[in-house]
């Protein structure tokens, strides 16, 4: 069976910091992992996936995260955050038999001024 | 041009009705889903159909009835809608199949917000 893991249900950063979302993910096959981002009120937006290519993963907004098989994390960060991404992010594996994405809980990124 | 609009955006009614959500891509795609966001930010399939076919329908009560006219639109009709129905409902669609292209993405709606008295 397949499952992802958000170690943080909140994580609160300064304006200019880096920002580290992490996840944790357990499968049984060769998984795709993505992250997605979800602003308030609004639906979610595909942020960066991986597809067994590369490991290191960029996406949009300066997003990046790196896909580590012996550690079975897929964190997220950007070097430098901004204002406009404080958000709820969403670490989401599939894969298996049934292909299905199974969602993790949520991070709620928040960035102070 | 948005590619996967959902309406109504809110929908507040009482406890027995019964009321439905539209949803329509223009992406191409030929799967589409609904998914239910509890008040924890949890998600959740409910439903998922490829070319018109069922294929996912997760433990859902029979109250919830997904209808597909074509593969660019999926509704979601639901019977006698009881408080813990109120949710936010997402529409999504994907290319290649549930079970075809592992990496492909889904696209997701902004999401329905369905509001129970």
Redesign the interface.
Same mark, same amino acid.
């Not at chain 2, 993405?105 to 999401?111: I, K, R, S, V």
């Given at each position: 069976a397949q499952s992802v893991t958000q170690l943080d249900s909140h994580v609160s950063v300064s304006e200019g910091t880096p920002v580290l979302l992490r996840c944790n993910y357990s499968s049984s096959y060769s998984p795709s992992l993505f992250w997605y981002v979800q602003h308030p009120n609004k639906g979610l937006q595909l942020l960066l996936k991986y597809t067994s290519a590369a490991t290191l993963v960029k996406g949009i907004n300066g997003f990046e995260a790196e896909f580590k098989k012996s550690e079975t994390s897929f964190h997220l960060t950007k070097p430098s955050a901004h204002m406009s991404d404080a958000a709820e992010y969403f670490c989401v594996v599939r894969g298996g038999a049934t292909n299905k994405l199974i969602f993790g809980t949520g991070t709620l990124l928040a960035v102070q001024p | 041009d948005t590619a996967?609009s959902q309406t109504p955006k809110y929908l507040v009614t009482q406890m027995g009705n019964d009321k439905s959500i539209k949803c329509e891509q223009n992406l191409g795609h030929d799967t589409m889903y609904w998914y239910k966001q509890d008040s924890?930010? $949890?998600?959740?399939?409910m439903f998922s159909y490829n070319n018109k076919e069922l294929i996912?329908n997760e433990t859902v009560p029979n109250r919830f009835s997904p209808k597909s006219p074509d593969k660019a639109h999926l509704n979601l009709h639901i019977n006698s809608l009881e408080l813990g129905d109120s949710a936010v409902y $997402?529409c *999504?669609s994907s290319q290649g199949g549930? *079970?075809?292209r592992?990496?492909s993405?889904?696209? $997701?709606?902004?999401?329905t917000?369905l509001t129970v008295t």
């Open positions: - | 996967v924890k930010k $949890f998600l959740k399939i996912i $997402f *999504a549930h *079970a075809g592992i990496n993405p889904l696209h $997701f709606g902004n999401g917000r």
